[in-house]
């Protein structure tokens, strides 16, 4: 039971994964299609009626010496634009949590588990670590490029 629930974790992951590519391989061909980039014009929302307006009251402000923020760098805008990292950690995560129990129901089996299970969980916890503190960081990127 243990080897079938880790080997379809490895092939769910597998498939996943080049369904991933495949998805996006897609999109970037799609995006390079002559054509792909025009919009459809955009309407211009509805107006009501020209109405008189009171003259807004003038309020005293201090002037405020503020530097304006400054570009991001090449790297943030790069991080920024790649969206995969979160998917591909939360999908090593539940396989890091679906191996890690089918270790703990291991230990109760008269048989032991082989050595190289245990070095795999531990290889893919720290994977799935790894691709999380990676999608953080992208999500740092995407909210510093959109400010």
Do not use: D, I
Not at 13 to 30: D, E, H, M, N, P
Not at 52 to 58: E, M
Not at 77 to 99: I, T
């Amino acid at each position: 039971m243990a080897y079938l629930l880790v080997m379809g974790g490895l092939a769910l992951s597998v498939f996943f994964t080049l369904g991933w590519g495949l998805v996006r391989a897609t999109r970037w061909l799609a995006g390079r299609l002559p054509g792909a980039g025009r919009k459809p014009p955009r309407r211009a929302p509805r107006r009501a009626p020209n109405r008189p307006r009171a003259a807004p009251k003038p309020r005293a402000r201090k002037p405020e010496a503020r530097k304006a923020p400054s570009e991001p760098w090449r790297l943030t805008r790069w991080l920024a634009r790649r969206r995969s990292p979160l998917p591909l950690g939360l999908l090593a995560l539940l396989l890091y949590a679906g191996s890690r129990l089918a270790e703990y129901g291991m230990a109760f089996r008269p048989q032991a588990a082989p050595g190289e299970f245990h070095g795999l969980v531990s290889s893919l916890g720290w994977v799935a670590a790894a691709l999380l503190a990676l999608a953080g960081v992208n999500l740092l990127a995407l909210w510093r490029c959109r400010r």
